[in-house]
């Protein structure tokens, strides 16, 4: 047990405090979206209310300060991922992060003939970029399979990986199983083949200590409001030798050096990637976000929800009829479930009429779900701030709906 008083901790999250259809909220969605400090409301609150200007355009004290508060984010962040900040492009998300990685990096280098692996378990957001690739290139889509616990089936994968394939896609935890791949090994396979492997972090950066540099990786996409930081804000962390080597993906304002009709010349990385006025308050909420959970200790979060995961496990397992989708060994708190006789859109409706806010669905994972033969699963993913008497209220939640339910 952490020393942490994680009833205090919980204070510091405001809409926790808050009821629906007249029920303590258990807000049991966090893969979805963290919920967010005081620390970085306010932080938003007071650029806007402050210093409220745009980053590296204006020489006045209120441009220069919200740029040192913008770099100053980009720093917090980066080392959050044990990286440098030269080498963290800041953009909207896990989402655009890929994008970028795609338009930039593999469009320019791929042909017939080349392979991308992208595993079984991939959120449409490291599947899509690279089908739309694949397309453009005449590459080919090859399929990391999984084991029917839901870990990657790492000896299928380590033939898979061949003299043909250019990258390999691959998410650090899934946001549907919870499965924690082990992305150090699998990063360590690629890169001794010359593969190049982007490494999916959404669900990994808000639960556990992510070193970017241990990892091995090239790429490390994340996204910031499941940080509990804003939404509209993530980062792509690359090789500074790939960030150099990579043309620009959109073209702009602060993202060039000098223009002419003649010829542009662009700025260095990561702001070469960067074009437009980008969310400046965002940023600097993410960068409150990095900063708190830093102070909390991400291996002190990891400690909490894996004493979570054990006990709301425990509780699942007394359930008749109730079937989770994906039991791998190495597991985050994120909890996907049917129950016999049940649809999970029902399941989901009927447990937020008691409070308890979990998504039902695909989870924009549909490979995934065809993998299982289901057509929906209810999702509940925990976090730091939730409390073993939320685990109770939902159990308790989940037997009235089942009788509801017939
Ligand atoms: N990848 C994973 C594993 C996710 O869970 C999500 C969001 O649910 C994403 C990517 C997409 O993130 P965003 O919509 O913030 O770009």
Partial sequence: MSAIDWAKVRDDFPLLRRQVHGKPLVYFDNANTAQKPAVVIDAVD?????????????????????????????????RLINARSNELVLCSGTTFAINLVAYSWA?????????????????????????????????????????????????????????????????????????INPVREICRMARKRGIISVVDGSQAVPHMPVDVAAIGCDFYAFTGHKVCGPTGTGALWARREHLQAMPPFLGGGEMIKEVSFEGTTFNDAPYKFEAGTPNIAGFIGLGAA?????????DQVQAREAELL??????????????????????AAVVSFLIDGAHAH????????????????????????????????????????????EIEAFMAALTKVRRLLG
Wanted: proline fraction near 3%; charged fraction near 20%; hydrophobic fraction near 45%.
């Fill in 46 to 78: 007071d650029f806007y209310r402050r210093y409220n200007a745009n980053v590296s355009r204006a020489v006045h004290a209120l441009g220069s300060e919200a740029t040192d508060a913008y770099e100053a984010a980009r720093s917090t962040l980066a």
């Fill in 346 to 389: 029902d399941l989901a409706t009927l447990l937020d009429l008691e409070g308890v806010a979990v998504r039902s669905g695909q989870h924009c994972a549909h490979p995934l779900l065809q993998f299982y033969g289901v057509a929906a699963t209810c999702r509940a993913s925990l976090a730091f701030y939730n409390t073993h008497e």
């Fill in 310 to 331: 054990a006990h709301f496990s425990e509780e699942l397992s007394k359930v008749d009829g109730l079937r989770l989708i994906g039991t791998a060994p190495d597991k």
């Fill in 290 to 298: 990095a900063d708190y959970l830093t102070t909390l200790g991400l």
């Fill in 107 to 179: 469009l320019p280098r791929l042909a017939p003939g080349d392979v991308i692996v992208v595993s079984r378990m991939e959120h449409h957001a490291n599947i899509v970029p690279w089908q739309l690739i694949a397309e453009r290139t005449g590459a080919q889509i090859r399929v990391a399979e999984l084991l029917p616990d839901g870990s990657l089936d790492l000896d299928a994968l380590d033939k898979a990986l061949d003299g043909a394939v250019k990258l390999l896609a691959i998410a650090h935890v899934s946001n549907v199983l919870g499965t």
